[in-house]
């Protein structure tokens, strides 16, 4: 089972609180007010940088925001992407499951 992401996240001078989720989705609001909403994405186990790492849900990195991650200023608009998330992740995984 992979290693749930931490319910407080620091990346740089940012520290990011986990306002909800599911298996699927997550949403985060920063210390500077706004929120962000992704993908839960799993990493294998493996190396990086000389450090062994389990398998693990990750936070994603810059490359993925606009295309499974959004960074969204208002809290109504946050937590309508984070629900349109849930139910798309949700159709795509029983899609998946019919295929």
Same mark, same amino acid.
């Given at each position: 089972? =992979?290693?749930?992401? /931490? &319910?407080?996240? %620091?990346?740089?001078?940012?520290?990011? @609180?986990?306002?909800?989720?599911? +298996?699927?989705?997550?949403?985060?609001?920063?210390?500077?007010?706004?929120?962000?909403?992704?993908?839960?994405?799993? =990493?294998?186990?493996? /190396? &990086?940088?000389? %450090?062994?790492?389990?398998?693990?849900? @990750?936070?994603?990195?810059?490359? +993925?925001?606009?295309?499974?991650?959004?960074?969204?200023?208002?809290?109504?608009?946050?937590?309508?992407?984070?629900?349109?998330?849930?139910?798309? &992740?949700?159709? %795509?995984?029983?899609?998946?499951?019919?295929?």
């Amino acid at each position: 089972m =992979a290693q749930k992401l /931490e &319910l407080v996240i %620091k990346k740089g001078q940012q520290t990011y @609180t986990q306002v909800d989720r599911n +298996k699927r989705a997550a949403i985060y609001q920063s210390n500077q007010g706004h929120f962000e909403v992704f993908e839960i994405v799993i =990493a294998p186990e493996g /190396e &990086l940088y000389g %450090k062994v790492y389990p398998e693990r849900e @990750t936070y994603p990195g810059n490359e +993925k925001f606009g295309n499974n991650a959004w960074c969204i200023s208002d809290e109504a608009r946050a937590l309508k992407k984070f629900k349109e998330l849930k139910k798309a &992740l949700k159709k %795509k995984a029983k899609e998946k499951e019919n295929s």
